[in-house]
């Protein structure tokens, strides 16, 4: 994997919801690293699934978030 800048800003576009769950919306973080987190963290996994985060104009699927809070240059603590 090459490596990767936590620090630039990011937008999270959530997957499909279920029709009865409001789930979350697009959201913008300062930081990618607190993107992942909350992708990882705080998102329902049905959300997760689909789901995209954009950083400096590249995109990232729910596979590729996964991979980045695994990492052991992931920047905040996990829980």
Request: aromatic share 12%; with cysteine.
């Amino acid at each position: 994997m090459i490596k990767f800048d936590y620090t630039i800003e990011a937008g999270l576009f959530p997957g499909k919801k279920s029709l009865r769950s409001q789930g979350v919306r697009y959201k913008r973080f300062k930081t990618a690293a607190e993107a992942v987190r909350f992708a990882i963290e705080e998102m329902p996994n049905s959300q997760l699934r689909g789901s995209v985060m954009e950083v400096d104009e590249a995109r990232f699927d729910d596979k590729q978030i996964r991979m980045l809070y695994d990492s052991c240059d992931f920047p905040l603590s996990r829980r």
